[in-house]
């Protein structure tokens, strides 16, 4: 562990490094997350603890939890994708449903307007439900909450 903390933000930066100005912030968080939970861990490992050692790991404790909202979508169960896939078939019947009672006298144009609707709605409805169910409340996380006051 103490090997890979020491080179896994490198390897990060180097994976990240060229960033579509869609990606910039995503990428940022990334590395600012790993970065902050890496520095935690090697001072953890320290032998000894210093007060302002203990705040510094307190305030990378603080940014950690700020920015791992960008990993969450990584940590679904198995459950979640199921349920994903459960939602966006019956909101494809019933925007299915939705089209055989409006009438059929459309235009191409007009009908592929819906349909980049549907596959917008569809996707944001995905994100939402991953959003919900996810979470990064177990226990290996919880405890390094307490590690200042162990110490």
């Known amino acids: 562990m103490y090997n890979l903390g020491r080179c896994i933000s490198a390897v990060l930066a180097s994976a990240l490094r060229n960033p579509d100005t869609s990606q910039y912030q995503d990428f940022k968080s990334a590395l600012k997350c790993v970065s902050v939970l890496v520095d935690f861990t090697l001072m953890a490992q320290y032998r000894s603890y210093t007060p302002d050692i203990l705040s510094y790991m307190e305030s990378y404790l603080q940014t950690f939890h700020r920015t791992k909202v960008i990993f969450l979508e990584f940590r679904t169960s198995k459950a979640t994708p199921a349920q994903a896939t459960r939602q966006d078939r019956e909101l494809r019947e019933l925007i ?56």
């Open 96 to 151: 299915a449903d939705q089209c055989t009672k409006e009438v059929h006298h459309r235009t191409v144009a007009n009908r592929r307007l819906p349909a980049d609707q549907e596959t917008v709605e569809r996707s944001d409805r995905r994100a939402d439900l991953i959003r919900r169910e996810n979470h990064f409340n177990f226990i290996k996380m919880h405890y390094i909450t307490h590690f200042a006051s162990h110490v």
